[in-house]
């Protein structure tokens, strides 16, 4: 069955970087798309970013407006690896990041398959 | 502000029907798949419809998905104790270039 394992979330300083990691199982990974979603405490779910998959082996990142040119998302193949590199970390970032399998290799393929997130709060 | 409308709160009688609106624009439903998902607080949200109308195996016939224009809907129908959670609408958006979600509706079963 589809296992999504998030790690490396924690508490972090405004202005400082945390890599937020996500183990994929149960699923032939190259052949979708996956996505982090986020969710601030007691607030809805907002998608973060999206990394696809073609048959032409080229994947294509996509991002929310609020993290576009601070967070970089990307994927390991080879061992089922999914990241989000985040940088000038803001209060306003804390909430718990889900790693999301997309229900299709490309884009307009939102998720089908969530894990069970982990909490960044940046706090001074 | 959501680029997907729900109402906030939506609320039925066990046995009942509920319908659950969600409302988007032209660079977002027409086009493409609504998805919708139940979240019980303190879980991680899990698919209820996708590709607008279907439902994954193991979701109940109860949950019905649709769309029409800019606007989707999720019926259930006999609700029951167990669907007391809040409910997300979620579709690509062709100008903004990325997923969007609604605000969430909670649904209370009296």
């Known amino acids: 069955q589809v296992q999504l394992v998030e790690s490396g979330g924690g508490v972090v300083q405004p202005g400082r970087s945390l890599r937020l990691s996500c183990a994929a199982s149960?699923?032939?990974?190259?052949?979708?798309?996956m996505n982090w979603v986020r969710q601030p405490p007691g607030k809805g779910l907002e998608w973060v970013a999206l990394?696809?998959?073609?048959?032409?082996?080229?994947?294509?990142?996509f991002y929310g407006d609020s993290v576009r040119g601070r967070f970089t998302i990307s994927r390991d193949n080879n061992n089922n690896r999914l990241f989000l590199q985040m940088n000038s970390l803001r209060v306003d970032d804390t909430a718990m990041y889900y790693c999301?399998?997309?229900?299709?290799?490309?884009?307009?393929?939102?998720?089908?398959?969530w894990g069970q997130g982990t909490l960044v709060a940046v706090s001074s | 502000q959501s680029v997907l409308t729900q109402p906030p709160s939506a609320s039925g009688t066990p046995g009942q029907s509920v319908t659950i609106s969600c409302s988007g624009g032209?660079?977002?439903?027409?086009?493409?798949?609504v998805y919708w998902y139940k979240q019980v607080p303190g879980t991680a949200p899990q698919l209820l419809i996708y590709?607008?109308?279907k439902r994954p195996s193991g979701v109940p016939d109860r949950f019905s998905g649709s769309k029409s224009g800019t606007s989707a809907s999720l019926a259930i129908s006999g609700v029951r104790s167990e669907d007391e959670a809040i409910y997300y609408c979620?579709?690509?958006?062709?100008?903004?270039?990325?997923?969007?979600f609604g605000g969430g509706t909670k649904l209370t079963v009296l």
């Open positions: 590709n607008s109308n």
């Open positions: 999301a399998k997309g229900s299709g290799g490309g884009s307009g393929y939102l998720p089908d398959f």
């Open positions: 032209n660079a977002n439903i027409p086009d493409n798949y």
């Open positions: 990394i696809s998959y073609h048959d032409d082996d080229q994947s294509y990142q």
């Open positions: 149960g699923f032939t990974f190259n052949d979708y798309g």
């Open positions: 979620g579709v690509w958006d062709d100008s903004l270039r990325g997923s969007v």
